[in-house]
């Protein structure tokens, strides 16, 4: 992959300065800011975008995950546009609907049945709602730091800090956003993610009250390190003996394998979320799990416990697409990119080591997270950058994007079935062409 032929960015500068006028802070995804301003994508094709100003990038965001077979993939673009030319939605079911849930079920004894819905947000909000009204209990448990969307509950500590985060044994509720109502703090209890014992003890004690404990797997935010089989055991134990939900987000994981995560790690929880890899770069999300608990939704004796809808839920297009996506992603390609990822990672902690850098990788499978120091990373506060340490983090980022890759703010990233192993060593090289930033960076 070439440098860029020219530093221009005019016309995403110009872009920008339209946005601002009629968007607030000139964009509606807080997470695709970096000053100035971000390159605007103008194509997308295989591994790269390339932006207004004609500069090409390594895409190792991947719309945040979603994207396993890279951009404008062929299998996928034609199945959407022989869709799309049959109707774009309607006012029916289709077809499309029940093959993407039978491809998708058929991957996971636990997946027993499934509900579409239109993003990752929706599919934990409705999960939650469903945990809810199977056992007529309130309050959420989630780990701190872990991002499960844009709803109330789950919101509560994605960012706290040492001035705020409470004992470690039993986390503070914290609230994200302004005017979070404080019964929502109350409702939320927030599990320590390296703690089987605290968390057992967390559940416990709220068993009375709580719906639902949701996990993710191997949580980006709270480091990009797996859950302990210890954890996993605890928690499955704890929800069957007081009758909780345990939900399992997999709207990210599953890309880690053939039947996600959950498969990999045979965990079976209650429920599972879903979307981004199983919608193939449309707006998808999905609950699927145990029978009975889904009944919740069954419209066929009369009103629903949990009513559930949405103009464009399970929309033919979608459906389509989503379909290609799960053909494509075979236990050959999940075994390829698990080769792709330990090749970034190896190569990458050979980088760190020969620089001397306070930096480390991690993740699995098709996906990886840098951290800029060499504390032993178990979960969120272990994971915590110091000020000094997040100002590195964002000069690797930035060298990054000045040099043709594209990663997220916390410089983490996901592989595609349609990269090389040369396109692998290039993202290496380009992290070791930054060594005299980070040296003074460290010095200082």
Same mark, same amino acid.
């Given at each position: 992959?070439?440098?860029? /032929?020219?530093n221009s960015?005019?016309?995403s500068?110009?872009?920008y300065?339209?946005a601002l006028?009629?968007?607030?802070?000139?964009?509606?995804?807080?997470?695709?800011f970096?000053?100035?301003?971000?390159?605007y994508a103008? +194509?997308?094709? @295989?591994?790269?975008?390339?932006d207004?100003?004609?500069h090409a990038? +390594? &895409?190792?965001?991947n719309?945040?995950f979603?994207q396993?077979?890279?951009? #404008?993939h062929?299998?996928?673009?034609?199945?959407?546009q022989?869709?799309?030319a049959?109707g774009?939605?309607?006012?029916?079911?289709?077809?499309s *609907?029940v093959?993407?849930a039978e491809?998708?079920?058929r991957?996971?004894p636990? +997946?027993?049945? =499934?509900?579409?819905?239109?993003?990752?947000?929706e599919a934990?909000m409705?999960?939650?709602?469903?945990a809810?009204a199977f056992?007529g209990?309130a309050?959420v448990?989630?780990?701190?730091?872990?991002?499960?969307?844009a709803?109330?509950h789950?919101?509560v500590?994605?960012d706290?800090?040492p001035?705020?985060?409470?004992?470690?044994?039993?986390?503070?509720?914290? /609230?994200y956003?302004?005017?979070?109502?404080?019964?929502?703090l109350?409702?939320?209890?927030? !599990?320590?993610? &390296?703690?089987?014992d605290a968390c057992a003890?967390l559940? &416990?004690?709220h068993?009375?009250?709580? /719906?639902?404990?949701?996990?993710?797997?191997m949580p980006s935010r709270?480091g990009m390190?797996?859950?302990?089989? %210890? !954890?996993l055991r605890?928690?499955r134990?704890?929800? #069957?003996?007081?009758g909780?939900?345990?939900?399992?987000? *997999?709207?990210?994981?599953?890309?880690?394998?053939?039947?996600g995560?959950?498969v990999?790690?045979?965990?079976?929880?209650d429920?599972?979320?879903l979307?981004k $890899?199983?919608?193939?770069?449309?707006?998808i999300g999905a609950?699927a799990?145990r029978? &009975? =608990?889904?009944?919740?939704?069954d419209v066929?004796?009369?009103?629903?416990?949990?009513?559930?809808?949405?103009?464009?839920t399970a929309?033919p297009v979608?459906m389509a697409?989503?379909?290609a996506s799960?053909?494509l992603?075979?236990?050959?390609a $999940?075994?390829?990119l698990?080769a792709?990822?330990?090749?970034?990672?190896?190569?990458?902690?050979?980088?760190f080591?020969?620089?001397?850098?306070?930096?480390?990788?991690?993740g699995a @499978?098709s996906m990886?997270?840098v951290?800029?120091h060499?504390?032993k990373v178990t979960?969120y506060?272990?994971?915590?950058?110091?000020?000094?340490?997040?100002?590195r983090?964002? !000069?690797?980022?930035?060298?990054l994007?000045a040099n043709?890759?594209?990663?997220?703010?916390?410089?983490?990233?996901?592989?595609t079935?349609v990269?090389?192993e /040369?396109e =692998?060593d290039?993202?290496?090289?380009?992290?070791?062409?930054?060594?005299d930033?980070v #040296? %003074?960076?460290?010095a200082?």
């Amino acid at each position: 992959m070439e440098p860029f /032929a020219h530093n221009s960015r005019a016309a995403s500068a110009a872009l920008y300065e339209r946005a601002l006028a009629v968007m607030p802070g000139g964009s509606t995804r807080a997470t695709l800011f970096t000053p100035p301003f971000p390159p605007y994508a103008a +194509l997308g094709v @295989g591994s790269r975008i390339v932006d207004a100003d004609g500069h090409a990038y +390594l &895409d190792l965001v991947n719309n945040f995950f979603s994207q396993v077979h890279g951009h #404008a993939h062929p299998h996928i673009v034609a199945a959407v546009q022989s869709q799309a030319a049959r109707g774009l939605s309607f006012g029916l079911p289709t077809e499309s *609907e029940v093959k993407l849930a039978e491809e998708v079920c058929r991957r996971s004894p636990v +997946l027993e049945t =499934i509900r579409f819905c239109n993003s990752g947000s929706e599919a934990v909000m409705i999960a939650i709602k469903a945990a809810r009204a199977f056992t007529g209990r309130a309050k959420v448990a989630k780990f701190e730091g872990a991002y499960h969307g844009a709803y109330d509950h789950v919101e509560v500590s994605l960012d706290s800090d040492p001035t705020n985060w409470g004992p470690a044994e039993a986390p503070a509720s914290v /609230a994200y956003v302004a005017g979070t109502p404080e019964r929502v703090l109350e409702e939320t209890v927030v !599990l320590p993610f &390296d703690d089987p014992d605290a968390c057992a003890a967390l559940i &416990d004690r709220h068993a009375s009250e709580l /719906a639902v404990v949701l996990v993710d797997l191997m949580p980006s935010r709270v480091g990009m390190v797996p859950a302990s089989a %210890e !954890l996993l055991r605890v928690l499955r134990e704890a929800t #069957a003996r007081n009758g909780i939900v345990l939900v399992c987000d *997999e709207i990210v994981s599953f890309r880690l394998g053939w039947g996600g995560a959950h498969v990999q790690r045979d965990f079976a929880p209650d429920l599972v979320t879903l979307g981004k $890899v199983i919608g193939g770069g449309q707006p998808i999300g999905a609950v699927a799990g145990r029978a &009975d =608990i889904m009944g919740v939704f069954d419209v066929t004796r009369g009103r629903p416990r949990l009513s559930h809808g949405g103009t464009f839920t399970a929309n033919p297009v979608t459906m389509a697409a989503g379909l290609a996506s799960m053909q494509l992603l075979t236990h050959e390609a $999940v075994a390829r990119l698990e080769a792709l990822g330990e090749r970034l990672r190896g190569g990458l902690t050979e980088v760190f080591a020969r620089q001397g850098w306070e930096m480390q990788v991690t993740g699995a @499978g098709s996906m990886f997270r840098v951290h800029p120091h060499r504390r032993k990373v178990t979960g969120y506060r272990s994971a915590h950058p110091r000020p000094e340490e997040k100002a590195r983090l964002g !000069l690797l980022r930035a060298h990054l994007q000045a040099n043709g890759v594209l990663v997220t703010p916390n410089v983490s990233g996901a592989l595609t079935t349609v990269m090389t192993e /040369a396109e =692998i060593d290039f993202f290496v090289q380009v992290v070791a062409g930054c060594s005299d930033q980070v #040296a %003074e960076t460290k010095a200082a």
